[in-house]
């Protein structure tokens, strides 16, 4: 058994929610590879879950032999393919009318005691530490962006008409931006990968309180049970892993 194997912990869960006939979200939990992703589907019912689908089938044939360096050069390379064909719409789904088809995703790699995390959209990936809740990963929304240019606070951007709006995605342009972030895990480490519908459901010290949880599972029941106590508009994903 490989010392990721025996290190992580983790499991997942996505659904369709209480108002959607259709689940464009896809997940993936491989914790033999120590690698776990999160995917969004955009461009209507068909494309948002064919978008979703292609991401996680995709990395979920990547290697996972090589160091950190490797396999993080796999993925960049694996997602850039992905937006090359994407962005070929006509020939992934000429059947279908909608302009767009692509998708959000957010993926954790770990190897050892050194992790990274990938994202492009607004899936995001959250850290939990010795109790307090970090969000990792930062929107790729017209709304962060408004945020970040001080024209709108946190609340008013919560009701605002373009808050689904993404500047980033897989399929969304000719040349997809990914951001990176690699760092240290630490014993006792919590992460969080999750859709927008999750994490719109939930304020951050629910999300906390779940992640404080004794085991990964726990985690991702207590997330779902809260989230669909709320009108549940959106798809629901969410992947818990614990080192």
């Known amino acids: 058994m490989s010392t990721v194997a025996t290190a992580w912990r983790s499991a ?8 959607r ?22 461009g209507g ?17 990547l290697p996972d032999a090589g160091d950190l360096a490797q396999r993080l050069a796999q993925l960049r390379q694996c997602l850039h393919a992905l937006n090359r064909r ?19 995703v957010v993926a954790l790699l770990a190897s050892g005691t050194r992790a990274v995390c990938v994202w492009a959209g607004d899936s995001r990936c959250y850290l939990w530490r010795a109790g307090r809740l970090y969000q990792l990963s930062r929107d790729h929304s017209l709304v962060q962006e408004l945020i970040d240019a001080q024209q709108l606070t946190a609340e008013q951007a919560a009701g605002h008409p373009a808050a689904h709006a993404l500047t980033r995605a897989v399929g969304a342009g000719e040349q ?11 014993p006792g480490d919590s992460f ?12 951050p010290p629910a999300l906390g309180a779940a992640l404080g949880l004794p085991c ?19 798809n629901l994903s969410a992947v818990v892993i614990r080192r």
């Open 176 to 186: 997809l931006v990914l951001d990176i972030l690699e760092f240290e895990v630490l």
């Open 86 to 104: 994407l962005g070929q719409t006509p020939t992934v789904t000429a059947a279908h009318p909608d302009p767009v088809i692509g998708s959000t």
């Open 216 to 234: 990964a599972a726990l985690a991702v029941q207590r997330l779902f049970e809260q989230a669909l106590q709320g009108p549940a508009r959106d």
């Open 12 to 19: 997942a869960r996505t659904e369709a929610g209480k108002v």
């Open 45 to 61: 019912h068909q494309n948002g879950a064919l978008a979703s689908r292609l991401v996680i089938d995709s990395l979920a044939e």
């Open 192 to 203: 969080l990968l999750c859709s927008d519908g999750l994490y719109q459901e939930l304020a």
């Open 21 to 42: 006939a259709r689940n464009e979200d896809a997940v993936l939990d491989r914790p033999q590879q120590g690698l776990w992703v999160v995917a969004d589907g955009m």
